[in-house]
């Protein structure tokens, strides 16, 4: 399905933009420039204000990037847990830093904001799937599920 | 109505008011750096903080609003302080160059730092390093210098209906960007400039050309000719210290023969030309079926916008040039040979309330003299340096006279600077043209004021025309829209960009509130009151240039000279 017809599914909704978003994101792994204009236009909005929302969202990428999404919190729970040094290991494990991509297009390394689950820090996420209690010596095994 | 305490002082306001609003009923002026009167409250600056008994924090008080038996302090040691925090932490991530900037000496932010004594700030001065965008030949973006109160981006989204800026990220990382964050040019922009007046700093200004003006003076060979758009002589006064509408024409004139011009001319005679062929064009329309409703063409960002989001209807705009490129073409060939002056060695420059004319006036088919008609064009801000620049002092100086052949010009033309006035001034030689009668008063004032849209019909010997005004592209907007769907009752529609018409143009002095603009639009109209000649068809020179050279309104001469046509924008995204 081509992503304007993935975003003319939601046109009828109040607020549908962001769900389209999230939609042509879950294919294309990102939101590529096209799609914005395209949503701009089936939603009847200026291009303007449907860029302001894709750039809002830290959940939407403007940029292309890899098509695993790695998210690591940074806010303070995980960073006392010691998020940095997962992050290294990440970061050692697919030889990139954290806002890059691997050069083979399967991995994204982001940081985030609190996701939620500070009962079991470090947390990350990949592609909306949440790993508890994390340390540098899980993340090779982590990993390789997407690999 | 609401009672309340503001620093002591007793006082009741209207229910819904804000503690700003009440405050300056008062006498108390709080500061603000985000607010802007026309606008909808933003709050996001905090500058206008005030402490409010029973909250334990301070209040802004540009959109906390009132309530009975409220207490409000302006001026505490805990308000001040924390003001000063708040302007010192927006300096922070400010570029410290106000020597250099274009707003220096006319800048909120500055402003604010004076009146707070900011001396040593604390906090280190971090800029984002981003780069200009010089992307359009009629303004540049400096976001390096936004300080992201949003009311740019009110005055191109709600005001004009264009969208070209927005807000792009989140947070400590959000800017105002052009469309994608790409550049201007690239954006929907039209170049009218209304982000300009809207921002308090140096982040936006008018791509400014007074190097070019002075290397042009300096060339010996160089024959410097111009012309002045009927809105500028209002408003330069302001730009000098003097009231608005206070500068005398010939006083005026006089600065710029000082300043270095050889000669003087006025665009309001090309103005009066205008209603000669735009008069005949739209009477033509009428009497063989053209396309209409007509629309007129003066303002060069109408033109954008209608070729960017409406280049359907470009078969409705009135085929004449603006005045000024009326002029331009004319100064290099007519009053050339008049005057005996190598064309070759003109050089054009306009004064214009605008800056879209910079981009107007660069338009590759802006060259039927055989040269670039207009060279160089000049806002009226940058005739207002140049002045101050010369050191001049207008209350001595001698007035001065118009050069011949393009400098005279009737009350009509006078009237095009603000909103209604190309209209009004068509109404007076279409009537009398049409009727055979003399029109005994000459005051359409229905087409008058600073209202978004206003209507009007006219008996012409039977046949009723009805047209409509519309001022700020968004009202614009709601014309077009009608037109689109074929729903239009009006045969002739004024458009002018900017709010208020050229009064309020892109290149006037900064322009912080339309109560400025409304000042303005008063004082065109007593202008046209104390000429001697008000419709554009008594204008000896205009009589002068048919029977020498023109021969006749839309006839051979005027096709190749003083109309055009129109293109689509074809942007990439609206």
């Known amino acids: ?89 990440i970061e050692a494990e697919l030889g990139i830093k954290a806002g890059e991509s691997t050069a083979d297009g399967s991995f994204a390394l982001e940081l985030t904001e609190c996701v939620g689950q500070c009962q079991a820090t470090p947390v990350i996420t990949i592609n909306g799937k949440a790993y508890l209690d994390v340390n540098p010596a899980k993340i090779r095994e982590i990993l390789a599920e997407y690999k | 109505m609401v009672n309340l305490t503001v620093d002591g002082i007793k006082i009741s306001v209207p229910e819904g008011s804000t503690i700003l609003q009440a405050a300056k009923e008062v006498g108390v002026s709080i500061p603000t750096l985000c607010y802007h009167p026309d606008q909808a409250v933003k709050a996001n ?6 402490e409010v008994e029973g909250n334990r924090l301070l209040q802004a008080a540009c959109a906390m609003p009132v309530f009975e038996g409220m207490t409000v302090k302006t001026r505490t040691p805990k308000v001040l302080e924390a003001r000063r925090t708040i302007l010192e932490l927006i300096l922070a991530n400010h570029p410290q160059d106000c020597l250099n900037c274009i707003r220096n000496g006319n800048c909120e932010l500055q402003s604010l730092a004076e009146e707070f004594a900011i001396r ?82 140096g982040a936006i200004g008018e791509n400014e050309q007074i190097d070019e003006f002075l290397a042009a003076l300096a060339d010996p060979n160089k024959i410097v000719v111009t012309q002045i758009a009927p809105a500028v002589r209002v408003a330069i006064a302001e730009e000098i210290g003097m009231t608005t509408g206070d500068m005398p024409m010939n006083v005026f004139v006089q600065g710029l023969r000082q300043i270095g011009f050889d000669y003087v001319l006025h665009t309001n005679f090309t103005a009066d030309l205008t209603i000669m062929e735009e008069g005949n064009e739209l009477l033509k329309r009428l009497k063989e079926g053209g396309t209409l409703p007509m629309f007129t063409s003066c303002s060069p960002g109408w033109i954008n916008f209608c070729e960017t989001f409406y280049p359907d209807l470009t078969n409705n705009l009135s085929t004449c040039k603006s005045p000024q490129q009326m002029f331009g073409s004319l100064v290099k060939t007519y009053w050339a040979d008049k005057m005996g002056i190598d064309p070759a060695n003109i050089y054009s420059v306009s004064i214009m309330p605008c800056v879209a004319k910079k981009f107007e006036a ?98 012409l010997n039977g046949t009723v025309v009805k047209v409509a005004i519309a001022n700020g592209l968004a009202n614009a907007r709601k014309l077009m829209d009608q037109v689109r769907a074929g729903e239009s009752p009006y045969h002739f529609i004024e458009i002018m960009a900017c709010p208020g018409g050229c009064i309020g143009g892109g290149g006037q002095p900064i322009t912080k509130a339309n109560v400025k603009r409304v000042e303005r639009i008063d004082a065109i109209y007593v202008e046209d009151e104390a000429c001697e000649m008000r419709k554009s068809h008594i204008n000896p020179e205009v009589t002068a240039i048919y029977e020498d050279f023109l021969h006749e309104p839309l006839g051979h001469k005027s096709h190749e000279l003083l109309h055009t046509h129109y293109h689509n924008a074809n942007k990439k995204f609206l």
Not at chain 2, 137 to 152: E, H, I, Q, T
Not at chain 2, 183 to 188: N, Y
Not at chain 2, 404 to 409: E, R
């Open chain 2, 120 to 201: 040593d700030n604390p906090f280190e001065n971090k800029v984002r390093g981003l780069p200009k965008d010089f992307s359009t030949p009629a303004l540049f973006r400096d976001p390096d210098k936004c300080v992201l109160c949003r009311r740019c981006i009110e005055a191109c989204s709600v005001i004009q209906s264009v969208n070209a800026l927005g807000l792009e990220g989140r947070g400590v990382h959000s800017m105002v960007v052009p469309t994608l964050g790409k550049d201007l040019l690239e954006s929907p922009c039209i170049m009218c400039g209304q982000c300009i007046h809207a921002c308090p700093v």
């Open chain 2, 362 to 459: 660069a338009r590759p088919e802006m060259c039927s003299s055989g040269y670039r008609d207009v060279d160089l064009v000049l806002t009226t801000r940058e005739i207002g340096r140049l002045f101050r620049m010369s050191g001049l002092d207008f209350n001595k100086l001698p007035g001065a006279d118009f050069d011949p052949w393009m400098g005279k010009y009737t009350g009509a033309a006078v009237i095009f600077g603000a909103s209604g006035g190309v209209m009004e001034a068509a109404l007076r030689t279409v009537y009398e043209v049409v009727t055979g009668n003399t029109l005994e008063d000459v005051n359409f004032t229905v087409t008058r004021g600073i209202t978004g849209i206003k209507e009007a019909e006219v008996d």
């Open chain 2, 45 to 50: 600056c905090r500058v206008c903080v005030c």
């Open chain 1, 1 to 89: 399905m081509g992503y304007t017809d993935i975003i003319a599914r939601y046109s009828d909704k109040p607020g549908g933009l962001i769900e389209a978003f999230h939609a042509v994101q879950k294919e294309l792994s990102y939101l590529p420039e096209e799609v914005i204009v395209e949503a701009a236009r089936i939603f009847n909005v200026p291009v303007a204000q449907a860029y302001g929302v894709a750039s809002f969202y830290s959940m939407f990428s403007t940029k292309a990037r890899g098509k695993n999404i790695i998210r690591i919190c940074e806010s303070a729970p995980c960073h006392v847990a010691g998020a940095a040094e997962v992050v290294a290991a």
